[in-house]
């Protein structure tokens, strides 16, 4: 069974730092590309960055660019995503979902982890 | 606002046909295949058709997508009441990007 699970949220304040961290079970991690999309309280979808299966390949939405790390451990089955300079609008449950590459789709979704930023 | 567009909100009875739309450009939906993912309340999103109109496993085959141009269409046949959700488009931009519609909330009255 295919098992996406994130953890690293909580409250922060403005311009701090945070990682998240999304442990992947039940699949071969390396073969597949991995998202991060966020969902702000009450609104829509967003996709935040994407990566390939070796790392070579990082893809990011502007709003993020330069704050925001994707990173992955394929010996840990791990993806990460390193928070710099949060602000109340990175203010949102963030799922890992496995897959994203630009013909592909994200098959499989974590429960999420909110990141609240916040004085 | 989203790059994508979708109606904010859609509705119908027990058993009735409904359709969501989805409208892009030429550098995303025009040029690229697009996705859907249904959101039940208070749950994570789950894909719901890939590839414009290829369902998963275990998608019920009441639900069905296409493609023209740079739109999208989810349709639903046989509403159900456990439909009621909250459903997304999304495609691949040429701008190195994915991009989402705003969501469509449908209401099963």
């Known amino acids: 069974e295919v098992q996406l699970v994130e953890s690293g949220g909580g409250l922060v304040q403005p311009g701090g730092s945070l990682r998240l961290s999304c442990a992947a079970s039940?699949?071969?991690?390396?073969?597949?590309?991995m998202t991060w999309v966020r969902q702000a309280p009450g609104k829509g979808l967003e996709w935040v960055a994407n990566?390939?299966?070796?790392?070579?390949?990082?893809y990011y939405v502007d709003s993020v660019k330069g704050r925001f790390t994707i990173s992955r451990d394929n010996a840990k089955n791990s993806l990460y995503l390193q928070m710099n300079s949060l602000r109340a609008e990175d203010t949102a449950v963030y799922y890992c979902?496995?897959?994203?590459?630009?013909?592909?789709?994200?098959?499989?979704w974590g429960q999420g982890t909110l990141v609240t930023v916040s004085s | 606002q989203s790059v994508l567009t979708q109606p904010p909100s859609a509705s119908g009875t027990p058993g009735q046909w409904v359709t969501i739309s989805c409208s892009g450009s030429?550098?995303?939906?025009?040029?690229?295949?697009v996705n859907w993912y249904q959101q039940l309340p208070g749950t994570a999103p789950k894909l719901l058709i890939h590839?414009?109109?290829q369902r998963p496993s275990g998608v019920p085959d009441r639900f069905s997508g296409s493609k023209s141009g740079t739109s999208a269409s989810l349709a639903i046949s046989g509403l159900q009441s456990e439909d009621e959700a909250d459903y997304y488009c999304?495609?691949?931009?040429?701008?190195?990007?994915?991009?989402f519609g705003g969501g469509t909330k449908l209401t099963v009255l």
């Open positions: 979902a496995r897959g994203g590459s630009s013909s592909g789709w994200n098959s499989y």
């Open positions: 039940g699949f071969t991690f390396s073969s597949y590309w």
């Open positions: 990566i390939k299966q070796d790392g070579s390949e990082k």
């Open positions: 030429s550098s995303n939906i025009g040029s690229n295949t």
């Open positions: 590839s414009n109109s």
């Open positions: 999304a495609a691949w931009d040429d701008s190195l990007i994915w991009v």
